[in-house]
DNA sequence: CAACAAAATGAATATATATTCATAACTTCT
DNA sequence: AGAAGTTATGAATATATATTCATTTTGTTG
């Protein structure tokens, strides 16, 4: 393996992010990400054990970088109505900046099953930030005491999610980011008249 | 090809069925289909145009019952609360009872793609049942007027998803139905208190 | 600039498995 | 019962592509 993570393993894991995009992991070839890397097929396997091993690191470092985002956009806030709008804003503005990183995520991720923690740890790193948002905002006095917070959670997320999932499906042809205020408006005040 | 859709062909929907849930469509293999199903690799041939086809057939099979059901749940209710609760229990019931096509839908449906408008017309039936629960709400002065119907739609679809979502992950250690109620009344009320 | 090492190449290999098809086992009808 | 038609079988085939490795290119050091 050559010395460290050079500039071809950049390349390679952004061609692989390309091509895992477009044509869904298995589907994809060596020699498409090769090509789309510039670089010839036998030199992937000087800096990935196999093509498993590359969506893995892809996975790894994409989602090492979404979560110290996020981690700052949450600490960055007051109060928890504001570290949840930011957090929502922080998590479509990642995944609207970054396509193929969106599609890989909603399709190829849970490919991975038993490959590794990781993708139960992703979720988990994730539903642990809005636990912390949550408690806090019912110290406030700001969100109803009567929560079930694991359900709570998984809507928040679930919801997210499918608006990310209905903007890819539509080939970016409106702004995401800007769906973050109204969205986190319905999880505050519901759809129901007062 | 056998005349009709026979007995053996429904063994073989249902053994890729299990199949697929177990191992992704990939992975699975027309052996380990036909051994599940009780036949030999051949006789599949016989059924199926090919492997993609099986997936195809399969989910076309299950979509088909599920809305059929999902139409006469929100039928029988009156108003829009009603319907939506119907709706949202119908949907958890259906998945819990069928954990194999709740994992395929999850995981293997956006493989199809290219193959077909299927995909996009399973979303496409559900946001209509939305659409239409919405409207009558607003009209029945249940639901705010200042709804953004194409996000709402989205929000709710996608928090049943994430709730489904990990109740497949979890290898079904609770009653997912159960959590119909408390999660349309999120859908209406929101978190925040009053 | 040799001589060596590190990195890159891409044609050859190995493997896995979807699909085919000659053969066999059943059904049906006279 | 046996001919004709239908359905089922599973071993053989064909193909695709992930991975390897002998060779070439590039970089480094005395």
């Not at 990935?48 to 969506?55: A, E, Q, R, Y």
């Not at 490919?111 to 110290?139: C, H, P, W």
Request: proline letters at 1%; a neutral charge; glycine letters at 6%.
């Amino acid at each position: 393996m050559p010395k460290e993570k050079s500039e071809k393993y950049s390349s390679i894991l952004q061609g692989a992010g390309a091509v895992f995009a477009r044509l869904g992991f298995y589907k994809a070839t060596i020699s498409q990400i090769a090509q789309e890397a510039g670089v010839a097929d036998g030199t992937i396997y000087l800096y990935f054990k196999n093509k498993d091993d590359i969506l893995y690191q892809y996975i790894q470092f994409k989602t090492t970088a979404f979560f110290e985002k996020m981690r700052s956009a949450v600490d960055v806030a007051d109060g928890a109505e504001q570290k949840l709008r930011n957090l929502i804003r922080c998590h479509l503005e990642e995944f609207q900046n970054d396509r193929n990183m969106a599609v890989i995520f909603q399709s190829e991720v849970r490919y991975l099953r038993n490959n590794a923690l990781q993708v139960k740890d992703i979720s988990k790193l994730y539903l642990d930030f809005l636990t912390e948002i949550i408690e806090l905002g019912q110290m406030e006095g700001q969100l109803r005491q009567d929560l079930f917070i694991g359900l709570v959670k998984r809507f928040v997320l679930g919801a997210v999610e499918g608006i990310i999932a209905t903007w890819v499906a539509a080939e970016r042809k409106y702004d995401l980011v800007a769906m973050a205020d109204p969205l986190v408006d319905l999880y505050l005040g519901g759809i129901q008249k007062r």
